[in-house]
């Protein structure tokens, strides 16, 4: 590896230090031990232009900073009010910011979604010699990532439908906030990954050696009709004399006497903070010019396309919607009296989902609950990634996350659907929708409850929202109980 790109996976190290201990508050750890993995991400793996983070065809990485707007400035605000260096990274594509990912286990999920609608979209638009949608969908996960139940959900789907665009590198440090994570976690991941079905590796080399992790990061790269888990035993706060490998690291500043002796230990002059050596400064400028002339080859693809399918490229450009006029002429008209709302929802797909062809989604195994499966859908399986529905199966948090990172990968918006009392399950992602305003389509629910004597009423056999009631019942008729009852209806109807 040259000197320069070992210096500039070290100015990584520093800056990450320097930022949290300037803010006084932060994860130093896992970016001084996966700062080599960054660096060759960004600076070699991966395809993006900095210029331009919202290419189209660029590669995505949960999370990848590194363009104009993180200001030298915006760094040295970290976790300030009214920064844009959030202390978890806030949806900002102009930034290079995919999507808020929030708490663990969010963000994988998420990937799974990226991963889809780059399926989906290359299924739909590709044609033979105009490879226009062939990203890859990167993710940088850890041990709580691996802990939350929401990260087996969706990789568990994502093997299932074998998403070879998918690439996890699984930060194994084995250090979580409280110690070690043999304390809580002893399960053999890699195990666990090959069951889901999808291609593991170990690194099992030098994880300083920056070369020989990128010849290995390379080779997996290549592995198709499996997602790949590449399992990369860092050492967190690597460098630190007195810390790394210890909790001490992992969610707090190394402090300013264990910062001098870390820069010094890197042999880092001087130890001044935020410094940025010039021949890291140009370095980073060379691999700029680099990175756009890979969007501006694309941009050439791109009108070669236009002029063999000018009315796709015209759907690529767009997003493939359809005019006001057209969605209100379809729109059904019911008359009035008693239907149910699903059936009422299933038959305004059947009439408009032809319009949207970007628009892709379904149900977490309730689909003839929810009539979700609109008239003449293909399922999205491995042998059709041009199908439109999801059969997401019993997983309702990873359908709502996924959703998110379906409805932030450019052209595509999902919808999904399961019992209103389910959506419990669904609730931190749905909530991460909506603080980012993202357009994730509607959710459709069915509200069901259970009477103390066994029997089941949905709130969606009426229109008019009556159902039948005996003192034990959860009454939904309009005002709530005329019993007096604490019922959850009384929420619903507030």
Not at 54 to 69: A, S, T
Not at 260 to 276: D, G, M, V
Request: overall charge positive.
């Amino acid at each position: 590896m040259k000197e320069t790109e070992i210096r500039a996976v070290n100015t990584i190290r520093c800056l990450s230090a320097d930022i949290v201990q300037k803010a006084k508050s932060g994860h130093p750890g896992m970016p001084m031990g996966m700062a080599g993995v960054a660096f060759l991400l960004f600076a070699k793996l991966m395809r993006h232009n900095p210029q331009n983070p919202k290419w189209f065809n660029r590669d995505r990485l949960l999370h990848l900073c590194g363009y104009e707007k993180m200001t030298m400035s915006e760094l040295k605000s970290f976790r300030q009010w009214g920064s844009l260096t959030a202390g978890h990274p806030e949806y900002m594509p102009d930034a290079g910011i995919e999507i808020t990912t929030g708490p663990l286990g969010q963000g994988i999920a998420n990937a799974v979604g990226l991963a889809m609608a780059a399926k989906y979209t290359a299924a739909y638009f590709n044609e033979s010699g105009f490879p226009l949608v062939t990203h890859k969908t990167f993710v940088i996960a850890g041990d709580g990532c691996m802990q939350e139940g929401i990260s087996g959900e969706a990789c568990s789907l994502a093997g299932h439908l074998k998403l070879d665009n998918l690439f996890v590198i699984y930060d194994s440090n084995s250090i979580t906030i409280d110690g070690s994570t043999s304390l809580s976690f002893s399960e053999d991941v890699v195990m666990r990954y090959r069951a889901y079905g999808w291609h593991t590796v170990v690194y099992n080399g030098d994880t300083e050696d920056i070369s020989a992790v990128e010849a290995k990061l390379r080779s997996e790269m290549e592995k198709q009709d499996k997602p790949v888990l590449f399992v990369f035993p860092s050492v967190i706060g690597y460098g630190s004399p007195n810390k790394a490998g210890t909790k001490d690291v992992h969610g707090s500043p190394l402090g300013d006497e264990e910062l001098k002796l870390t820069k010094q230990n890197w042999a880092w002059i001087p130890i001044a903070s935020f410094n940025i050596p010039a021949e890291v400064h140009d370095y980073f400028n060379g691999i700029k010019s680099r990175l756009q002339k890979t969007e501006a080859d694309w941009e050439q693809l791109l009108e070669k396309y236009r002029q063999s399918f000018p009315e796709k490229h015209a759907q690529f450009i767009s997003g493939a919607k359809p005019s006001a006029e057209a969605f209100s002429k379809a729109l059904p008209v019911f008359d009035s009296g008693e239907m149910a709302t699903r059936s009422a929802s299933g038959k305004v797909l059947d009439a408009v989902m032809p319009l949207f062809p970007m628009i892709v989604g379904g149900s977490a195994d309730l689909t003839p609950s929810n009539n979700t499966r609109f008239k003449d859908v293909q399922d999205f399986m491995p042998d059709n990634y041009k199908g439109r529905y999801i059969r997401y199966g019993v997983r309702e948090h990873a359908m709502a996350a996924i959703n998110n990172g379906i409805s932030v990968h450019g052209l595509t918006r999902a919808y999904g659907a399961t019992f209103l009392c389910f959506s419990d399950y669904a609730r931190p992602a749905i909530r991460l929708a909506a603080f980012v305003s993202l357009s994730v389509g509607v959710y459709r629910y069915a509200r069901q409850y259970r009477t103390g004597r066994g029997r089941s009423y949905s709130s969606a056999g009426r229109a008019s929202g009556s159902i039948a009631c005996d003192t034990r019942t959860a009454c939904l008729a309009p005002g709530g109980c005329k019993r007096n009852r604490l019922c959850m209806a009384d929420d619903f109807n507030r």
